[in-house]
């Protein structure tokens, strides 16, 4: 190494046969301070004991005689290539700073020329930065051009989306154009109120003939749209409901779409009634209804249900294509296109109804005709209102008239019953054409709660029902038992007013004619009463007896004093009257057997005997009192009325 020093020479040898001196040789002094020295802590040591490794490798006499010279060797070696390296890099150096002259000299040479360039060149910088400021306010302007352009003009696709031709469809593109159109004719209106009114109305000039020719284009479209609708069942695409919404800023296009679509769809439904009626649907199924014009009733219903159905159909149509109209009478324009729509098949529905009542099916069946007929009359005022005038018009028309045939026929069968009045049976029963009468009016009050028309509508029909039949049947009955004998007339009668209330009862609405029933039932049941009464009083001997006492008079003197009421007279009828008591039974009228209520039977019966008891307790009573002179009356009447009442019961 070229910093390593080189050994010490060794130490003299000391003279043969003197003891060196331990403080004062040096080769002790070296060996101490070796042995003192400490390599771990010394670096530069051990720094240079690793160098020497590296070349020293063999230890012998001649290698450690020559280590100080191989050691200088090395370093000059070491030194030399030091000097080589560094003469190079001196070289290197030496090109570096010269070319950093050469750059020193060109950047002075560039700045030099540079000034004189910007001294030569200051008018122009002057021009170019007036230049970049113009050129920045023509591209603001630029863009103020654009944005107005784009804010108020429209794109050249977007104009003939709006000017296509005749055959081209309408697509939604069309609506967005038509809707940038009205955006641009609402926007411009701010043009107006600036200093640039010129073209401000230049603008909303040009906004407003492209609307026109749009609207007008628009409108074929729609027109020619609607013409095909004439299928039974028609779909309402949504650029047709896009259409409609469009058009409503057009009163006069919008109402003469609607009235297109009106006019075909009016078409397709007639022409959809007409096949319903002859051919049927698809495959036969369902038959057509014709094939059932035996069957009144079902009939009239299918061809209703078809209308009905047809009617809800077309509603749905012009609700599903002006689903996006939002000006006002939205509904009012639905009900009345259903109307126009629906009044073509009227006439076919009138002709056919009217063959079927005037054909007179029955009291029955005309009016389960009638009922149904208003039925869908309110049914179908429902769906569209009352606003389809003709198609309502024309079932209540029908309604009516099936009305008035079905109160003539029960007007003309109560004016048979009374032309030709039949006499009671022999048994006091209904006669059969009461019975015939009662099963036509229980036909009918049937069919009238099985009816699904409005309820006030049903009890206005059900007392006129009621009176057309009613009252003529309590005038036969009482002409027909004109002739018989009181309990005769009050049998018949109560049984005929009994078998009128037991069909009245099973019905509602119902309730006055009932109690009216029930009071002429019970008029006729007092006569019965007083008859039974007076038939036991008369057979049991005590008729005369009450009557003379019912007639006798304080003024007249004593009961006794009368010829048939003395105290033998009063017991040979106190004995006919003991066999009464005995069997109470026997004394009845044939006629009560003939009730057909037994109810209404022993009510007579309790009631008749309540009479009877009564006037027992009155003779009683008179035989008791001492001013009639009765001696030793116990003997005469010897029951109390408490035991008379008791035997009774």
Same mark, same amino acid.
């Given at each position: 190494?070229?910093?390593?020093?080189?050994?010490?020479?060794?130490?003299?040898?000391?003279?043969?046969?003197?003891?060196?001196?331990?403080?004062?040789?040096?080769?002790?002094?070296?060996?101490?301070?070796?042995?003192?020295?400490r390599?771990?802590?010394?670096?530069?040591m051990?720094?240079?004991?690793?160098?020497?490794?590296?070349?020293? /490798?063999?230890?012998s +006499? #001649? *290698?450690?005689?020559?280590?100080? $010279?191989?050691?200088?060797?090395?370093s000059? %070696?070491?030194?030399e290539?030091?000097v080589h390296?560094?003469k190079?890099?001196?070289?290197?150096?030496?090109?570096?700073?010269?070319?950093?002259?050469?750059?020193?000299?060109?950047?002075?040479?560039?700045?030099?020329?540079?000034?004189?360039?910007?001294e030569?060149?200051?008018?122009?910088?002057?021009k170019?930065?007036?230049?970049?400021?113009?050129?920045?306010?023509?591209?603001?302007?630029?863009?103020?051009?654009?944005a107005?352009?784009?804010?108020?003009?429209?794109?050249?696709?977007?104009?003939?989306?709006?000017?296509?031709?005749?055959?081209?469809?309408?697509t939604?593109?069309?609506?967005?154009?038509?809707?940038?159109?009205k955006?641009?004719?609402?926007? /411009?209106?701010?043009? +107006? #109120? *600036?200093?640039?009114?010129?073209? $401000?109305?230049?603008?909303?000039?040009?906004? %407003?003939?492209?609307?026109?020719t749009?609207?007008?284009?628009?409108?074929?479209?729609?027109?020619?749209?609607?013409?095909?609708?004439?299928?039974?069942?028609?779909?309402?695409?949504?650029?047709?409901?896009?259409?409609?919404?469009?058009?409503q800023?057009?009163?006069?296009?919008?109402?003469?779409?609607?009235?297109?679509?009106?006019?075909?769809?009016?078409?397709a439904v007639?022409?959809?009634?007409?096949?319903?009626?002859?051919?049927?649907?698809?495959?036969?199924?369902?038959?057509?209804?014709?094939?059932?014009?035996?069957?009144?009733?079902?009939?009239?219903?299918?061809?209703?249900?078809?209308?009905?159905?047809?009617?809800?159909?077309?509603k749905?149509?012009l609700e599903?294509?002006?689903?996006?109209?939002?000006?006002?009478?939205?509904?009012?324009?639905?009900?009345?296109?259903?109307?126009?729509?629906t009044?073509?098949?009227c006439?076919?529905l009138?002709?056919?109804?009217?063959?079927?009542i005037?054909?007179?099916?029955?009291?029955?069946?005309?009016?389960?005709?009638?009922?149904?007929?208003k039925?869908?009359?309110?049914?179908?005022s429902?769906?569209?209102?009352?606003?389809?005038?003709?198609?309502?018009?024309?079932?209540?028309?029908?309604?009516?008239?099936?009305?008035?045939?079905?109160?003539n026929?029960?007007?003309l069968?109560?004016?048979?019953l009374?032309?030709?009045?039949?006499?009671?049976p022999?048994?006091?029963?209904?006669?059969?054409?009461?019975?015939?009468?009662?099963?036509?009016?229980?036909?009918?009050?049937?069919?009238h709660?099985?009816?699904?028309?409005p309820?006030?509508?049903?009890q206005?029909?059900?007392?006129?029902?009621?009176?057309?039949?009613?009252?003529?049947?309590?005038?036969?009955?009482?002409?027909?038992?004109?002739?018989?004998?009181?309990a005769?007339?009050?049998?018949?009668?109560?049984?005929?007013l009994?078998?009128?209330?037991t069909?009245?009862?099973?019905?509602?609405?119902?309730?006055?004619?009932?109690?009216?029933?029930q009071?002429?039932?019970?008029a006729?049941?007092?006569?019965l009463?007083?008859?039974?009464a007076?038939?036991?009083?008369t057979?049991?001997?005590?008729?005369?007896i009450?009557?003379?006492?019912?007639?006798?008079?304080?003024?007249q003197?004593?009961?006794?004093?009368?010829?048939?009421?003395?105290?033998?007279?009063?017991?040979?009828?106190?004995?006919q009257?003991?066999?009464?008591?005995?069997?109470?039974?026997?004394?009845?009228?044939?006629?009560?057997?003939?009730?057909?209520?037994?109810?209404?039977?022993?009510?007579?019966i309790?009631?008749?005997?309540?009479?009877v008891?009564?006037?027992?307790s009155e003779?009683y009573?008179?035989?008791?009192?001492?001013?009639?002179?009765?001696k030793?009356?116990?003997?005469?009447?010897?029951?109390?009325?408490?035991?008379?009442?008791?035997?009774?019961?």
């Amino acid at each position: 190494m070229a910093d390593t020093a080189a050994p010490p020479p060794p130490p003299a040898a000391p003279a043969p046969g003197l003891p060196a001196a331990p403080g004062t040789n040096p080769l002790s002094r070296k060996l101490n301070k070796i042995l003192e020295t400490r390599l771990d802590n010394d670096k530069e040591m051990l720094e240079a004991l690793k160098a020497l490794s590296t070349f020293f /490798v063999e230890n012998s +006499l #001649r *290698t450690r005689r020559n280590l100080r $010279g191989d050691i200088e060797r090395r370093s000059l %070696a070491i030194n030399e290539e030091f000097v080589h390296i560094f003469k190079q890099v001196k070289e290197e150096l030496e090109s570096i700073n010269e070319d950093v002259q050469a750059m020193s000299s060109c950047c002075e040479d560039m700045s030099s020329r540079l000034k004189a360039a910007k001294e030569q060149t200051q008018d122009l910088i002057v021009k170019t930065t007036k230049l970049q400021a113009e050129n920045q306010r023509l591209e603001m302007k630029a863009q103020v051009a654009d944005a107005f352009i784009a804010k108020f003009q429209l794109t050249p696709d977007e104009m003939n989306l709006l000017r296509g031709t005749k055959d081209e469809p309408i697509t939604e593109d069309f609506f967005k154009a038509l809707g940038r159109v009205k955006q641009i004719h609402d926007d /411009v209106k701010i043009l +107006l #109120r *600036t200093n640039q009114q010129r073209a $401000g109305l230049e603008i909303m000039e040009q906004m %407003a003939l492209l609307q026109e020719t749009s609207y007008e284009r628009l409108y074929r479209w729609t027109q020619n749209e609607c013409r095909t609708l004439t299928q039974e069942s028609c779909d309402i695409s949504p650029v047709l409901a896009q259409a409609m919404e469009a058009l409503q800023d057009r009163p006069v296009l919008y109402k003469y779409t609607l009235d297109e679509f009106g006019t075909a769809r009016r078409s397709a439904v007639v022409r959809g009634f007409i096949d319903a009626l002859t051919r049927g649907g698809l495959g036969g199924t369902p038959r057509p209804i014709e094939m059932h014009s035996h069957d009144p009733l079902r009939y009239v219903g299918d061809m209703l249900a078809w209308l009905h159905q047809a009617t809800a159909s077309e509603k749905e149509h012009l609700e599903a294509m002006l689903k996006l109209v939002t000006i006002q009478g939205v509904e009012e324009n639905i009900q009345e296109v259903v109307g126009h729509i629906t009044e073509g098949v009227c006439r076919p529905l009138k002709v056919r109804i009217e063959q079927v009542i005037v054909a007179e099916p029955g009291a029955v069946l005309l009016y389960k005709i009638s009922n149904l007929l208003k039925f869908y009359h309110h049914t179908i005022s429902g769906i569209v209102g009352n606003s389809a005038a003709t198609l309502l018009t024309t079932i209540e028309e029908m309604h009516l008239l099936s009305k008035k045939i079905f109160f003539n026929s029960l007007t003309l069968h109560a004016s048979k019953l009374m032309d030709k009045v039949e006499l009671p049976p022999p048994d006091l029963g209904p006669s059969s054409a009461l019975n015939q009468t009662l099963n036509l009016l229980r036909e009918v009050l049937a069919s009238h709660d099985s009816s699904v028309i409005p309820l006030d509508a049903r009890q206005a029909d059900f007392v006129q029902v009621l009176s057309c039949v009613l009252d003529p049947l309590l005038q036969m009955c009482t002409m027909s038992a004109s002739n018989l004998g009181t309990a005769d007339m009050a049998t018949y009668m109560v049984n005929s007013l009994y078998m009128m209330k037991t069909t009245l009862a099973l019905f509602e609405f119902t309730d006055k004619r009932l109690e009216m029933l029930q009071f002429q039932i019970e008029a006729h049941l007092d006569t019965l009463i007083n008859e039974q009464a007076s038939y036991v009083l008369t057979r049991a001997g005590l008729s005369y007896i009450y009557n003379a006492l019912q007639q006798h008079k304080p003024e007249q003197g004593p009961l006794s004093n009368l010829s048939s009421m003395d105290s033998v007279s009063l017991k040979v009828a106190m004995a006919q009257f003991d066999r009464y008591l005995s069997a109470p039974d026997s004394l009845l009228m044939s006629q009560l057997n003939f009730l057909l209520s037994a109810t209404v039977k022993e009510q007579i019966i309790k009631q008749s005997t309540e009479l009877v008891c009564r006037a027992y307790s009155e003779l009683y009573a008179a035989v008791m009192d001492p001013s009639n002179e009765y001696k030793d009356p116990e003997t005469i009447l010897h029951r109390s009325p408490h035991q008379v009442q008791a035997l009774l019961s």
